[in-house]
């Protein structure tokens, strides 16, 4: 069974900090990896989708890596600002390739970003 | 247009209520999905449908019956709800047989059971 864990579940940083939010994942026949952006009683905003062959993925000031023979995906945020408080989820995706599939989420990592 | 529209986006409904969630999407996305979310818990998948069929369901309670009207639509039917079914409904949709595109959410309807 897939498990996804996210390190840390909570972080606050000062604003400037470059931070790291890690995910991790027990089975690695994954087709892809995806990374959310979640806001307090909001929908789920993508900010990076990770192939399973692939090594990273860069937007903006985001950078997200995927080691999958590990099991592990970090989130790199450069510069962080106050804008950038929210709840970040990872998913895997696995599943019959022809019927969608599943999306299995870790618990999250809720980042303040202060002042 | 890039987005998954759902609507109503907050519900007050009685226990003894019936209900409707809609979502729809205009990407061309053949699969869609409802997810439920709790406060503080990431998403849990409840259904989903692949050009139109329901592919998937997560051993649902019966009172909520889902459908898929057509390729852009997915409604979510509720009926004699449970007070623990509060909950933020996340509807998604993605490509099929293309796994380089993600999944796309609607910004999720909040339902509230009184």
């Known amino acids: 069974k897939q498990e996804v864990t996210q390190i840390p579940a909570a972080l606050s940083v000062p604003e400037g900090e470059n931070l790291v939010l890690n995910c991790s994942f027990t089975?690695?026949?994954?087709?892809?990896l995806q990374w959310f952006r979640q806001d307090p009683g909001k929908g789920l905003t993508s900010l990076l989708l990770i192939q399973s062959s692939q090594r990273e993925q860069t937007s903006g000031r985001l950078n997200a890596s995927l080691d999958k023979s590990s099991g592990r995906s970090t989130l790199y945020i450069a510069a962080s600002q106050p804008g950038d408080s929210a709840t970040y989820l990872c998913?895997?995706?696995?599943?019959?390739?022809?019927?969608?599939?599943?999306?299995?989420f870790g618990q999250g990592t809720e980042l303040s970003v202060k002042p | 247009d890039t987005e998954v529209t759902q609507t109503p986006k907050h519900l007050v409904m009685g226990m003894t209520n019936k209900k409707s969630l809609k979502c729809e999407q205009h990407m061309g996305h053949r699969a869609m999905y409802w997810y439920k979310q709790k406060a503080k818990k990431p998403p849990e998948l409840m259904f989903v449908?692949?050009?139109?069929?329901?592919?998937i369901n997560e051993s649902v309670p019966s009172r909520f019956s889902p459908e898929c009207p057509n390729s852009s639509l997915l409604n979510l039917h509720l009926h004699a709800l449970q007070p623990e079914d509060s909950a933020l409904y996340l509807c998604?949709?993605?490509?099929?047989?293309?796994?380089?595109?993600?999944?796309?959410f609607g910004s999720g309807t909040r339902l509230t059971v009184v």
């Open positions: 998604a949709s993605s490509q099929l047989g293309q796994i380089s595109y993600g999944y796309t």
């Open positions: 449908y692949s050009y139109e069929k329901l592919s």
């Open positions: 998913a895997v995706r696995r599943g019959i390739y022809n019927q969608g599939g599943k999306l299995i």
């Open positions: 089975d690695s026949a994954i087709y892809n």
